[in-house]
């Protein structure tokens, strides 16, 4: 069957640059910045580091807060009923990754989960653009073309949070090793940027013409 491609977007257009590069994202994404270094110096006061579940607490709400608003810089500032979904959606990826510390220490308490001597699964790396390109397949088979955004949001959800984690333990690019520990000021520097080199790419590569010509690959329409 040949889907209907009058009406979608193809590619770069002035407007879409215009409103990726407004200066509301600029605005907040210097709030976003803000908001990083607010949380990490709350991080290494003593009342939190004296306190394991505030700790923890913390780390959550900052990853999914983060995630969250690059995600809503992504969609140009604008938060609406459509769009509150992959607005909250970026936030639980950014935040339950660390549910694996559990998994990986086979404990439900907070001190075993802490005290891993390896990085569970889910905070390697290379594992994200695997997942990327898998749920890109599983959608464009199953012919979802309205969740097209999902791995873009997806990758930067997650890489949001392995960059934030990275500045203590590096990235976790297996099979080939560990990079040092990540400099802070690259974490807030790739935390404010790669929302709109995201835009900017799925404003070239993502739409949903993007998404009908991968369906005609595949399907051979
Ligand atoms: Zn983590």
Redesign the pocket.
């Known amino acids: 069957m040949r889907l209907p491609i009058n009406n979608l977007n193809n590619g770069f257009s002035q407007s879409k640059i215009k409103e990726i590069l407004s200066s509301t994202n600029f605005i907040s994404a210097t709030f976003l910045g803000a908001f990083c270094l607010t949380c990490d110096h709350f991080a290494q006061s003593d009342f939190v580091r004296r306190n394991r579940v505030c700790a923890a607490l913390l780390?959550t709400f900052t990853?999914f807060m983060i995630a969250s608003w690059m995600w809503t810089i992504v969609l140009g500032g604008s938060i609406t009923s459509k769009n509150v979904f992959q607005i909250v959606l970026a936030g639980l990826l950014a935040s339950a990754?660390?549910i694996d510390?559990f998994i990986s220490a086979r404990s439900i308490h907070l001190k075993d989960a802490t005290s891993l001597q390896q990085r569970p699964l889910l905070?390697m790396t290379t594992l994200i653009p695997i997942l990327a390109i898998i749920s890109e397949i599983i959608i464009c088979i199953s012919g979802l073309h309205r969740l097209h955004f999902f791995p873009y949001l997806f990758t930067l959800s997650w890489f949001s949070?392995?960059i934030r984690?990275a500045t203590r333990r590096g990235l976790w690019l297996w099979p080939f090793g560990s990079t040092p520990p990540v400099p802070y000021f690259v974490y807030i520097a790739s935390t404010l940027v790669l929302p709109f080199g995201t835009s900017l790419l799925m404003s070239a590569t993502g739409s949903p013409m993007h998404a009908v010509q991968l369906h005609r690959v595949v399907h051979n329409v």
Do not use: L, N
Request: hydrophobic share 10%.
């Open positions: 780390d990853h990754m660390d510390h905070h949070h392995h984690d």
